[in-house]
């Protein structure tokens, strides 16, 4: 076990270069997570302004639009005080101070040209909502009064046609999200983190040992090549399953026993297909005597490149077909599509043979990054 | 007995032949030196030696049993010390000793006498827990040497193990393989210094464009060639008369001469040096230093192949 102990060892000291990965990623979904879960987006509280109403008029219009007003605004008092309108707007306890002057209703009635005061906080929301109910108000009621000269019907309608509401339900593009499975949102960055990971951290622990001197020497010695061989593979697999249990146990710390549900276990499952592409991705890279920036340089077109592509980044159905098509060359599309498809993203309902389908072609990728490996190390032996 | 015996190997590179109908013997206890310029094969033959290298044609056989890449029955008893350094930058001198040491020997306690050995061997006790990266270029050498020899081998292979080495460290990793050797481990040394060679092999084979040129003793190589002795006298505008009379000279072969001195061949004979000077002396030429060298590896290179062996 002398290679593997030394792999592990290497490794070990190598991996701290990679929890920086671990950490973003894991901060990231959290974000994400919270961020979709938040029901803010799913609801609809309409917003309420402060408001306070001097009515100096007490006719039926003003009466009849303070009610309107303080069914939509919050309304408020203010104290007695020279300042005291300043000040209220200044430390926002009003939002809105609206004042009715003597004989508007009769001169709104005669279409004279008495108007509404008003004092609001200077390009403020709240305030543009406020100028927007009196408007409805005043609006309605003038179309009510000119079939007739009833003010007091004309009020009485207008409060009627005001109280109906519309009903307002947020839907997301496509209507998609609604049915989104939460897991989603971590299971979507594995392919960027795994290929970070794994082209970071485990590609240099393999280059130490096909530097040509240290091959060269082990394989003077009287340890068997199976053996070798045996111990690197033992000490990739041992690295790739590790990380990819970092990943595990993060996803249980955050969704606990949906992870334990099916769908859980094939989000889990489709992430470990991919660990074997990256780790393939890694043994690949592995062969060539690189620098640790030319790595990182691989890692990022590699990672970022496929990510972009792929859809890990940017939901696939976003993207052009043309991008589609040419990212179905690459094994992250896949991994995607299954999530996608697991999660409900893309309103592709789960379909078993669909989702081994697309793991199986993740598995393919796998298996001919391994060959390519295995070739380059046949062609690169003395 | 024989302890490395090849027979008529031939590597080749496509239409380069790298090594061609390459044939010696070694025997047990010797330290075999392999000298040669860059590119003349000594490390192709040494790769195919130790079957890193898959070989044309020919036999190679250590300890009497035939050598193969799954030899590893003759491989436990063989050291090897590559011409570059092989260890890992991310273990310590200690931990990289236990990795190549631990290749050949499983038992913990075993391994741990035999790499406190090496260390002991190498002067490397007390950087034991050093990094390869914080070590000079003379102490990487030496832990190169002690990951090849920590599992205590009866064949120990250096390849050019002091290039790049300061002369410090080169005279302590000669005098290190000269006891190894006392301690009863064949040593094959390849190189192309020859001052190294001619210090430390007790039989020689020079090596060029893949074959071997001359093998024996440094003293029997130096016999193949007809120069004997060279004196160098320098002098200013020595006349062409006194060089004529010169050349007659017992024993005088060959003489060169240019504005600042004299250098004549000798083909033996003894008192070649005072049969000059008397002769100066006798007809008043004036002359500062006179030294007389004998014959080196090199000139024996030289007068093969027409070049020298560092060219």
Redesign the interface.
Known sequence: MQIFNVFSKIALKKFSGTIMYIVIYTIVAVMVSNAAQSESELDFTESKPKIYICDNDNSMISRGLSEYMFSKCEKKEIPDGENAVSESLYFRTVDYVLTIPEGFGESFVNGGELVLENIKIPGSKSGKFTDMYVDRYLSLLKTNLSGQKNVEKAVSDTMKNLSDTTEVSVISKDDKNTNVNIMVYLFQFIPFIFIMVTVCGLAPVVMTFNRSEVKNRTRCSSLKNTSRNIQLTAGVIVYGLFVWLIMLIIAICMYGDKIFTTTGVLFVLNSLVFMMVAVGISLVVSNFELKSGALNGIANVVGLGMSFMCGVFVPQYLMSEGMLNVAKFLPAYWYVRASNMLGGVSGEVYDAGKFAMYIGIQLMFAVALIAINFVISKRKKV | MVAVKIDKLVKRYGELIAVDHLSLSIKKGEIFGLLGPNGSGKTTTI?CL????AYTKGDIEIFGKPMS??S??I??D?G?V?Q????????TVY?NID??C???IKDKEERKKCIEYALDFTGLSEFKKYYPKKLSGGLLRRLNIA?GIAHKPSLIIFDEPTVAVDPQSRNKILEGIKELNKNGATIIYTSHYMEEVEQLCTRIAIMDKGKIIATGTKEEIKKMIKNTETITIETISFPKEAQADIRQLPHVYALECDDEKIVISFEGGNHNLLRVLEYMQKNNYSFGRVYSELPTLNDVFLEITGKTLRD
């Open positions: 790769n130790l079957s890193l290298l890449d799954s590893y029955d491989k436990k063989i090897v590559m570059n350094v092989a260890v890992f930058d991310e273990l931990e990795y190549f631990g290749l050949y990951c």
